[in-house]
């Protein structure tokens, strides 16, 4: 079984029952998938269209740009730059800044809300208009920051769900800076 889920991360697309049964131990020192997986977007986009499926606006906003969704099989990659100039860095800490943790778990979340927007939606197109999946968070669970993110970093957040109906998602989600394993975790929301 060890070999087959560390396969998963090598060459092998993950698939939905797989996710299931990733530990979170090896998250910390595997990628959840590859950069060669299957994408079905036909481009790239950015908080303008992200705008149209959830309802965060700035400067609660964390995620930048959707790079990569592949609806069969649950995946969503998307990216954060950190900006050097955000107030948080005023009292976290003025000497050694790091971006906190908590917003890192927001930034997962919304990627894994925006990823739920596909899935419910059964596309891998953007809305033209404003279409906005709305949803509470339930439970965050099994986090770990293995690394600090520091102003200037380009965060980027691969999600997996593992488990979702019209009410519930069950997520898994890793955040990489420079290719760095920095953030794991799992995560549940309801879907209102």
């Known amino acids: 079984m060890e070999n087959r889920l560390l396969s998963i991360y090598d060459a092998t697309y993950p698939n939905p029952q797989d996710l299931k049964q990733i530990q979170l131990n090896q998250l910390k020192v595997k990628l959840l998938f590859s950069d060669n997986v299957a994408n079905d ?5 950015d908080q303008r269209q992200i705008k149209k499926m959830i309802p965060h ?4 906003l964390l995620v930048d740009n959707v790079e990569l969704v592949n609806l069969q099989l649950r995946l969503i990659k998307a990216t954060r730059k950190i900006d050097k100039e955000d ?9 050694y800044p790091v971006y906190p943790g908590v917003l890192q778990q927001e930034s997962m979340f919304q ?12 596309t891998a197109e953007p809305p033209v208009e ?10 965050i669970y099994d986090v770990f920051h293995l690394s600090a993110v520091h102003p200037g970093d380009l965060m980027t957040i691969r999600c997996g769900i593992i488990e979702y109906d019209s009410l519930i998602a069950t997520a898994i989600v890793q955040i990489t800076v420079n290719d760095k394993i920095v953030t794991i975790g799992k995560g549940e929301f309801c879907v209102i």
């Open 41 to 45: 977007l036909k481009q790239s986009f």
């Open 130 to 139: 404003e279409q906005v999946t709305n949803a509470v968070g339930t439970r």
């Open 57 to 60: 606006r700035e400067p609660f």
């Open 87 to 95: 107030p948080v860095f005023r009292g976290h800490f003025p000497d």
């Open 111 to 122: 990627t894994a809300l925006i990823l739920l927007y596909f899935l419910l939606n059964e």
